[in-house]
């Protein structure tokens, strides 16, 4: 008879184990809610360029990105959180080999730095991007191929910088353009409110962000506009003049300095 008790003890031990168990997966890899096409402005990021590697598109000299470019597609909580390295992937560029051209135009690192992977090592900007954020995407994507090709495809979409240009918001060092204005042209071109970051009075970064069948939808932290959180009522869109052939090469690091 003890023995019998005792087995059913372990038996409901151990499921509410296992149930406790499926709990927790769940929760951190709870599905989420929508995807932030967060986009990067060169012209304030390239600014802070120090050194120049082959890798950095701050470094291209007149090929340097004068466009908004990608910075990743992230999916997001309706709570203004964001689940992070869903599961074990380790990045693989081969996957996405015939990819490159659009990659390296559209999405490019704008730094020499190698961003930490989901387990703790060094890895490429895409690699950082693909363990972080896309292997969090399921169910609408499972595989580095879809989540790149996707992301370039919605990107090309969605020019923002040309509703920008349209609405004579282009690159300068001198002009400072009401944030309400920019925030608008992008409305009336997508029908949504962005979320926009700056660094001091520079825009940093405009998230446009997506239902997961990539209809517009209203970005979490374009409320945060209203209370003026990030960005000043006045910004600007930073023109980046490239370091010279000759600066780049005094201020390239040497191997040793880069490792
Ligand atoms: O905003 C600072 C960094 O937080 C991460 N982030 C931000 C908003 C969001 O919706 N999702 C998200 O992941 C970004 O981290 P990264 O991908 O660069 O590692 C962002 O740079």
Redesign the pocket.
């Known amino acids: 008879m003890a023995s019998r008790i005792c087995l059913l003890l372990l038996v409901v031990f151990l499921a509410g184990a296992f149930a406790g168990d499926v709990i927790e997966v769940n929760k951190s890899q709870r599905e989420f809610d929508y995807f ?1 096409l ?1 986009l990067q402005w060169p012209g304030t990021y390239c600014r802070g360029t120090r050194h120049c590697c082959s890798k950095n598109a701050c470094c291209r000299g007149s090929d340097a990105p004068t466009q908004f470019t990608i ?2 597609l ?1 999916p ?1 909580y309706n709570d ?3 689940p ?1 390295c869903c599961y074990r992937s380790d990045f693989n560029e081969k996957e996405i080999s015939t990819l490159m051209d659009g990659l390296e135009k559209y999405w490019p690192s704008l730094s020499c730095g190698s ?1 930490s992977s989901c387990n703790g090592g060094k890895g490429s900007f895409w690699g ?2 693909w363990e ?2 896309g292997t969090c995407s399921s169910p609408v994507f499972h595989d580095e191929y879809n989540y790149f090709l996707t992301t370039l495809n919605i990107y090309l979409k969605h020019n923002v910088t040309d509703v920008l240009y349209q609405a004579g918001y282009v690159a300068s060092n001198s002009e400072k353009y009401p944030l309400g204005g920019i925030v608008t042209a992008i409305q009336n071109a997508f029908h949504i409110t962005p979320e926009v ?1 700056c660094k001091k009075d520079a825009i940093d ?1 405009i ?1 446009i962000c997506f239902y997961k069948d990539f209809k517009p939808r209203d970005c ?2 374009s409320k945060e506009l209203m209370s003026r959180k990030s960005c000043p009522q006045y910004v600007s869109l930073p023109e980046y003049t490239p370091l010279d052939g000759e600066a780049m090469v005094l201020k390239m690091p040497t191997e040793r300095e880069a490792l």
Do not use: M
Request: aromatic fraction near 10%; avoid cysteine.
């Open positions: 932030a967060s910075h990743g992230w997001d203004g959180s964001w992070s961003p950082h991007e972080k954020h970051v970064e998230r979490v932290g």
